[in-house]
């Protein structure tokens, strides 16, 4: 009895086949959320910096 293979009812590899097509998007996705937020919070340092600046001169 010979054992035929169907590729539509095939699922061995499925899940891999699956993460290597996501992980790429998944890891951009993660990276441009960690350096928007570092680049939001330098932004905040740099306004704050200024603006103390500005207070501190303002008051000589």
């Given at each position: 009895?010979?054992?035929?293979f169907?590729l539509?009812?095939?699922?061995?590899?499925?899940?891999a086949?699956?993460?290597?097509?996501?992980l790429?998007l998944?890891?951009?996705m993660?990276?441009?959320?960690?350096?928007?937020?570092?680049?939001?919070v330098?932004?905040?340092?740099?306004?704050?910096?200024v603006?103390?600046?500005?207070?501190?001169?303002?008051?000589?």
């Amino acid at each position: 009895m010979r054992r035929r293979f169907h590729l539509g009812s095939d699922t061995s590899g499925a899940a891999a086949a699956e993460m290597a097509l996501i992980l790429p998007l998944v890891l951009t996705m993660m990276f441009a959320t960690f350096e928007g937020a570092w680049y939001l919070v330098c932004e905040h340092r740099v306004i704050k910096g200024v603006r103390d600046a500005a207070r501190y001169a303002a008051r000589l």
